[in-house]
């Protein structure tokens, strides 16, 4: 391995949030990625450029301008990740609520007064459950006009009584987030149209296990098809990714 580049390290460097991990910029980019990839398998090292290029980390530059990452650098992306994954924060709402750990005026408990929905409201019904248009939206934070447009095209379907399933809650969320970049809601139904077929393919898979009608069966049947349901998905994630890189070459 060829040693690391000396850096002349200025102690006067601006400490910015996390104010107690080191910011001693030792890490090459594709070992900052390697230490977050377990966590999330899809970071990609074009990723960390663009958070880069969006001012929410800011990378030490050599002499001969090669990124080099501190520890503090890997948290806050980890901070970065977490909220797009797991909270589905915007990017500039991000870099608000990292501007205001920067500056003392949040803790990292509590980082934010802006998020895509107000605080609390990350829950999710429990899988099985039917909830009502005014639930979703209390849970969303989204108006009963863009939820009415979902149904309209199709992205979400209310049963019989009106309800909508615990997934309704993901879909509304995700669905404003392309919103929110641009995306017109119509072109997400092919997105849809192809969930629906592969689930009708999964369930023909686990056709005999469900005939069975027991206790076990049914449970082996939740199992199998979640397990398939996050293979598919992580294909499709991978898929997508390919193309998007083949078509930007």
Sequence with gaps: MSPRPKIAWDVGYPSTWPHEVSHEPTLKIGEVASLLRHEFPFLATSKIRYFESQGLIEPHRTTSNQRLFSLADVERLRFILVEQRDRYVPLPQIKEMLSQLDSGQAQ?????????????????????????????????????????????????????????????VDIVRFSQMLAESGMDLRSLRQVRNSAHSHAANVVARLATERAKNTPVAKERVVNESAELATMLTNLYRALLTEQIDVQLR
């Design 108 to 168: 990292a408990e509590h980082p934010g007064r802006i998020r895509a929905l107000p605080a609390g409201t990350e829950v999710r019904p429990s899988p099985g459950t039917r909830i009502s248009k005014e639930e979703l939206a209390a849970l969303t934070g989204a108006s009963n006009r863009e939820i009415e447009q979902l149904i309209q095209t199709g992205m979400i379907i209310p049963d019989a009584r009106g309800r909508l399933t615990a997934q309704a």
